[in-house]
């Protein structure tokens, strides 16, 4: 089983739809959760951090943790054409010092004008 | 905006050569990191370096990979002996509290080709 499972998409919606995405998790040891966008070519860009259970907002995203159910998701409201990107989540465990994360595969989206 | 710059963005090597990819991390930034991605796969944990040692490695960071900190701004990763499986885009990334609790910040990548 993989530790970090994440649907690929393509996740196609209109713009100014919800975007809904999420990752499970297998490992309970993984208490640092991120949300990165990559758009295509680049490095990752941090949307969001978190580490308890628990919504987290920050403008129009929201970061939600339910580790009892090992599932994170993100949310984007008021979704954008610039949106189109690839959504990591990524996480470790809190014993790891050294910043060893565990990347999903990634879900690309797609919002249409 | 601090960044973390790579370069060079693109490199193509022959099979058996030694490449040589640059990063300079964000200046007050102490903790450093490379990443791979394959082409259609995940970002893959290589290597973390602070206090110019490495401080952990995945089981890819073989024999075939070192890391250096030359100077006080570059952070470099060498790959020996290329194959062609070593194809990928290389991230480099750092971050300013120990584990990037809050996060990295990720260079733009340097896509290496082995032919």
């Known amino acids: 089983q993989k530790e970090v499972e994440q649907d690929p998409g393509p996740l196609s919606v209109p713009e100014g739809a919800i975007v809904s995405l999420n990752c499970t998790y297998s490992?309970?040891?993984?208490?640092?959760f991120m949300w990165y966008r990559q758009y295509s070519r680049k490095g990752p860009e941090l949307l969001m951090y978190t580490y308890s259970s628990g919504n987290k907002e920050d403008g129009r995203f929201t970061a939600q943790v339910d580790k009892s159910s090992k599932y994170i998701s993100l949310f984007i409201r008021d979704s954008q054409p610039s949106d189109s990107a690839t959504y990591l989540c990524a996480m470790k465990e809190f014993t790891d010092s050294w910043g060893k994360f565990q990347f999903g595969a990634g879900t690309q989206v797609v919002v249409t004008p | 905006e601090p960044e973390v710059t790579q370069t060079p963005s693109h490199q193509v090597t022959q099979m058996g050569q030694e490449v040589i990819l640059r990063c300079v991390p964000i200046?007050?930034?102490?903790?450093f990191y490379w990443y791979r991605q394959i082409l259609g796969q995940k970002v893959e944990f290589l290597v973390s370096?602070?206090?110019?040692?490495?401080?952990?490695k995945s089981e890819i960071f073989d024999d075939q990979f070192s890391v250096e900190r030359p100077d006080g701004s570059n952070f470099t990763l060498k790959i020996r002996s290329t194959k062609l499986e070593d194809s990928a885009m290389y991230f480099c990334?750092?971050?300013?509290?120990?584990?990037?609790?809050?996060?990295?910040?990720f260079g733009s990548g340097t896509r290496l080709t082995v032919v």
């Open positions: 200046s007050n930034h102490l903790y």
């Open positions: 490992n309970s040891a993984f208490q640092y």
């Open positions: 990334a750092s971050s300013e509290t120990t584990g990037g609790a809050f996060g990295y910040t």
């Open positions: 370096f602070y206090n110019n040692e490495i401080s952990e």
